[in-house]
């Protein structure tokens, strides 16, 4: 148990579908993260939260919408989404943008497939 | 800009002996922070081992530990007595501080592998 929590680990859809995913930690951090891994590219930084408003958005198409309702959840809503998507979709969690810090909390992880 | 640059994209060493894993990073900042990373096959990054641009020691965490050479700017992380369990993606990371927030950029990583 990483205190970090990413459902579901595994997602298939296809182009014209609408998928959610979920990120939820139990740590006490208030700033979350979203990152994309794809075979052979180091991991780049989607969206950023800081106290539930989002403060990055690494220019990150329309069809991935996220979410953070509370400083405890975090959510990434996806829709026509292309095959090129497919890719390893990380959640991180901080103890804070402005505080010392040793290390984000990173969740398993979902892996998705666009067919 | 920063950058981090993970040069060996895959290595592999005998169990029980000591390997090292490069990392070279670009920066203009005074104050920065470097990790380092284990990605298994199972996707989860777990975190190793963290070096503060102001700390004078290299940092250790069990049979981890990191050589920092800050005027050459390299962060390489040392593993000694490797285990089967070892073998991973291992990347390297800076914290890069900007608008008010922290966040990580990572290298391209390196894929070690252990043998028996």
């Known amino acids: 148990e990483t205190g970090v929590t990413q459902t579901p680990r595994h997602l298939v859809m296809g182009m014209t579908n609408k998928k959610s995913l979920k990120c939820e930690q139990h740590?006490?951090?208030?700033?979350m993260y979203w990152y994309k891994q794809s075979a052979k590219k180091p991991l780049e930084l989607m969206f950023v939260?800081?106290?539930?408003?989002?403060?990055e958005n690494n220019s990150v198409p329309s069809r991935f919408s996220p979410e953070c309702p509370n400083s405890s959840h975090l959510f990434l809503h996806l829709h026509t989404l292309q095959p090129e998507d497919s890719a390893l979709y990380l959640c991180?969690?901080?103890?804070?943008?402005?505080?010392?810090?040793?290390?984000?909390?990173f969740g398993s992880g979902t892996r998705l497939t666009v067919v | 800009a920063q950058k981090i640059t993970q040069t060996q994209p895959g290595m592999f060493v005998q169990e029980k002996e000591a390997v090292t894993l490069d990392c070279t990073y670009d920066?203009?900042?005074?104050?920065?922070?470097l990790f380092w990373y284990k990605q298994p096959s199972s996707g989860e990054m777990i975190f190793l081992i963290y070096?503060?641009?102001?700390?004078?020691q290299n940092a250790t965490e069990g049979r981890y530990s990191l050589n920092f050479q800050k005027a050459r700017k390299s962060a390489n992380l040392v593993i000694s007595a490797s285990q089967l369990g070892d073998s991973a993606m291992y990347f390297c990371?800076?914290?890069?501080?900007?608008?008010?927030?922290?966040?990580?950029?990572f290298g391209a990583g390196t894929r070690l592998a252990v043998h028996p």
């Open positions: 991180a969690s901080s103890q804070g943008p402005r505080g010392l810090n040793y290390g984000y909390t």
């Open positions: 740590l006490g951090h208030n700033a």
């Open positions: 939260y800081s106290l539930e408003e989002r403060v």
């Open positions: 920066t203009s900042d005074q104050s920065y922070g």
């Open positions: 070096q503060g641009s102001y700390d004078e």
């Open positions: 990371a800076m914290r890069e501080f900007s608008g008010g927030y922290n966040k990580l950029i």
